[in-house]
């Protein structure tokens, strides 16, 4: 297969994290035979250093003809002071919509060397293997009218929460397809006892559903899932939900893995014509410039965006598990990055990766 990437490393840790992610992915690209090709581009802090925004034309235009993009992450503390729209974190914004990724995919795995990292009992996190699909583009943080209004006591703040039916449909489909490279059960999540919006939710993924006729399906209200997902993480398998149910769940589900720089974001947008989900892989952490340039940061979350990358843009789902079992292969081993609290010294960001490597070989 052709794997057509774009990199786009970023400000702070993202050059680091990055550079050990694309280690691993040219690693497990030639092991599995595939083409790999990478172009680099600028985006955030180092784009403005270089071209004056934050979003190049040109990194707009290799985001387009690519794949699918890993991200670093972008920011600098020179810009903290500038307006919004000058600032680095408007060229990550600028660039999603652009890609218009319209399914945000958290996977939460619980890594048997860090269960003592979860707030959650061992034996509660042990095995948790989910991924969290939420609604990125639509519901109440779109929705018109909005607003706040009126004056005194009559001072009224609104907001709208509203999905049209191929809004619904892309989404579900995008959950039971990911279900299929999975164990094949999807979970949806909504209000419907009490919202319009969820009525139609549930509607539309019910007739959506007899398309993937191998799959389970099932429906949780969002108070109930929040309980679940504390009680019985194991239960779930692909959660699909809307967008603000989704930020909600999905930092919940966030904490049972541990440390922030553990995890990796997927968002995805429609299918291009080689086959591939056009994709933004990013790690969840930002630049982190209390410790960058100084070889220390964990690049994880970088690499379980690679991995995240092969299985949901390509489908490679083998080269995807080969990523995480070295990863784990790795944690297991104890050389870690000072932010896991290994036992003995703890290692650089480059004997992490290149770790990682290894364990592939
Ligand atoms: P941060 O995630 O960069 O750092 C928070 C804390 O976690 C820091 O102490 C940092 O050292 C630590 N940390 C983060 N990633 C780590 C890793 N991989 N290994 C070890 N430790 C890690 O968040 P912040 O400090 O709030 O933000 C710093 C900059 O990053 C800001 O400019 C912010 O706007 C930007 N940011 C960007 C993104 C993104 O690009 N998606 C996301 C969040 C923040």
Same mark, same amino acid.
């Given at each position: ?39 680099? $581009? @600028? =985006? #955030? ?5 270089? /071209?004056?925004?934050? !979003? ?6 290799? %985001? +387009? ?25 408007? $060229? @990550? =914004? #600028? ?5 218009? /990724?319209?399914?945000? !995919? ?6 048997? %060397? +860090? ?247």
């Amino acid at each position: 297969m052709n794997l057509n990437v774009l990199v786009l490393p970023g400000d702070g840790i993202g050059q680091e994290v990055t550079r050990e992610a694309v280690r691993v992915l040219k690693q497990v690209a030639g092991k599995f035979h595939h083409k790999l090709t990478l172009t680099e $581009g @600028l =985006l #955030g802090g180092v784009a403005i250093h270089n /071209v004056g925004t934050p !979003l190049p034309e040109e990194t707009l235009q290799l %985001a +387009l003809e690519a794949d699918a993009t890993l991200l670093g992450a972008v920011g600098l503390p020179e810009f903290d002071s500038w307006l919004p729209e000058k600032r680095p974190e408007r $060229g @990550l =914004l #600028g660039l999603r919509k652009a890609l218009g /990724v319209y399914a945000n !995919l958290r996977p939460v795995r619980a890594y048997a %060397a +860090l269960l003592d990292s979860s707030p959650l009992k061992n034996h509660l996190v042990e095995g948790v293997d989910m991924i969290i699909v939420r609604e990125l583009t639509g519901g109440l943080y779109y929705g018109t009218p909005r607003g706040i209004s009126g004056e005194g006591a009559e001072t009224r703040g609104v907001n709208t929460m509203a999905y049209s039916r191929w809004e619904i449909e892309r989404i579900a489909r995008m959950a039971f397809h990911l279900a299929r490279g999975r164990r094949r059960k999807v979970t949806s999540v909504d209000k419907s006892n009490v919202l319009e919006t969820s009525q139609l939710w549930r509607r539309v993924v019910i007739e959506v559903a007899p398309e993937f006729p191998d799959l389970e399906l099932d429906h949780l209200f969002v108070d109930n899932c929040a309980m679940q997902l504390i009680l019985n993480p194991r239960q779930f398998d692909v959660l699909v939900t809307e967008n603000m149910f989704g930020d909600i769940l999905s930092d919940e589900g966030a904490v049972l893995a541990g440390s922030i720089g553990m995890l990796p974001s997927a968002s995805i947008g429609e299918r291009r014509s080689t086959g591939a989900w056009a994709g933004l892989y990013e790690p969840v952490h930002g630049s982190a410039p209390d410790i960058a340039g100084q070889d220390k940061a964990n690049p994880l979350a970088a690499i379980g965006s690679v991995a995240a990358m092969l299985e949901y843009s390509f489908g490679l789902k083998q080269e995807a598990d080969a990523v995480n079992r070295a990863m784990e292969t790795v944690l297991n081993s104890g050389r870690v990055t000072a932010d896991l609290k290994p036992a003995g010294k703890p290692a650089t960001t480059t004997e992490v990766g290149e770790a990682v490597c290894a364990a592939l070989r």
